[in-house]
T-cell receptor, first 111, second 113 residues
Framework: QKEVEQNSGPLSVPEGAIASLNCTYS??????FFWYRQYSGKSPELIMS????GDKEDGRFTAQLNKASQYVSLLIRDSQPSDSATYLC???????????FGTGTRLQVTL | ETGVTQSPTHLIKTRGQQVTLRCSSQ?????VSWYQQALGQGPQFIFQ???????GRGNFPPRFSGLQFPNYSSELNVNALELDDSALYLC????????????FGQGTRLTVV
């Protein structure tokens, strides 16, 4: 079983729609959860972090965490073509400790 | 821009050679981690440095080694390069105990031929 699992996609959504990206993790000791966006040929960019159960909103992005279900999600509202990228879910056991990444979900926002 | 800079951006080496990659961490960040990202995969943790000491290591052989300097910059050294070492090497800086996430440099694309 992989430590962090994501559907590789591609996930295709029309412009203006909500994109929903999901991630499950196996280590119940995980404390910190992150979403990174990675454009093709570029390095990952941190877009959201979440540490406690519930929702965290930042602009068009909402991260959701359910530790009991070991599930993290990212919602992107009003999706734009510029959101087309690979979204990486990452978890860590302690602040600033190593990140364990999923393989990423490729999102395509179509016109 | 994260303030984390890596050099070089691209590199081609021959199998069996050695390579050194460099990273300058974001101002104020005292922890540097290195990751290897193969095509189509998520980044894999190589090791982390804090206060010039290795502070955790992933499942990589000893020919992957590193250093952290007093100014928190870091080097990744890989000896006896293999074809499978071809990947994007990412440096990430963070602040220990901040929980604020890690910020990546632009990466070094290493090709081993």
């Amino acid at each position: 079983q992989k430590e962090v699992e994501q559907n590789s996609g591609p996930l295709s959504v029309p412009e203006g729609a909500i994109a929903s990206l999901n991630c499950t993790y196996s280590d119940r000791g995980s404390q910190s959860f992150f979403w990174y966006r990675q454009y093709s040929g570029k390095s990952p960019e941190l877009i959201m972090s979440i540490y406690s159960n519930g929702d965290k909103e930042d602009g068009r992005f909402t991260a959701q965490l359910n530790k009991a279900s070991q599930y993290v999600s990212l919602l992107i509202r009003d999706s734009q073509p510029s959101d087309s990228a690979t979204y990486l879910c990452a978890v860590s056991g302690a602040p600033a400790s190593k990140l364990t990444f999923g393989t990423g979900t490729r999102l395509q926002v179509t016109l | 821009e994260t303030g984390v800079t890596q050099s070089p951006t691209h590199l081609i080496k021959t199998r069996g050679q050695q390579v050194t990659l460099r990273c300058s961490s974001q101002s104020g960040h005292n922890t540097v981690s290195w990751y290897q990202q193969a095509l189509g995969q998520g980044p894999q943790f190589i090791f982390q440095y804090y206060r010039e000491e290795e502070n955790g290591r992933g499942n990589f052989p000893p020919r992957f080694s590193g250093l952290q300097f007093p100014n928190y910059s870091s080097e990744l050294n890989v000896n006896a390069l293999e074809l499978d070492d071809s990947a994007l090497y990412l440096c990430a800086s963070s602040l220990t105990n901040s929980g604020g996430g890690a910020f990546f440099g632009q990466g070094t694309r290493l090709t081993v031929v």
